[in-house]
């Protein structure tokens, strides 16, 4: 293996340094490896937001993807009320996400030893 030099002039191409330099890069790609699959299962994992007592529904993946909205019948004639609830559940819905995400990356920079990475 070509020595590499480090800050100061020294030597990280053998011994302990270049084991932890392995080490390092072996942490690094495990951890490219979960993000990758943990990205690819946010698919899966849905999140609901509910306003206005139920009037609004919204089901959404944690990619952040849409799969259903659920609109009170009685909301038809009440339009600037039906504006403010969907925004009020879109809202929340995306909060939602975001948090479950937060939680899913938390389980695995803990697992890495890697504290507050999001």
């Keep these: 293996m070509k020595k590499i030099k480090s800050f100061g002039g020294k030597s990280l191409g053998g011994g302990k340094q270049e084991k932890l330099l392995k080490d390092f890069?072996?942490?690094?790609?495990?951890?490219?490896?979960?993000?990758?699959?943990m990205e690819e299962s946010f698919s899966e994992m849905e999140v609901e937001a509910s306003v206005g007592g139920g009037a609004v529904r919204i089901v959404a993946t944690c990619d952040r993807r849409v799969k259903e909205i659920e609109i009170d019948e009685d909301l038809k004639e009440d339009l600037e009320t039906l504006k403010d609830l969907l925004a009020a559940a879109v809202n929340e819905i995306m909060e939602k996400?975001?948090?479950?995400?937060?939680?899913?990356?938390?389980?695995?920079?803990?697992?890495?030893?890697?504290?507050?990475?999001m």
């Design 97 to 117: 996400i975001e948090k479950r995400r937060e939680e899913e990356m938390s389980k695995i920079t803990q697992q890495f030893g890697i504290p507050g990475l």
């Design 25 to 37: 890069m072996k942490m690094q790609e495990e951890l490219q490896k979960k993000m990758q699959e």
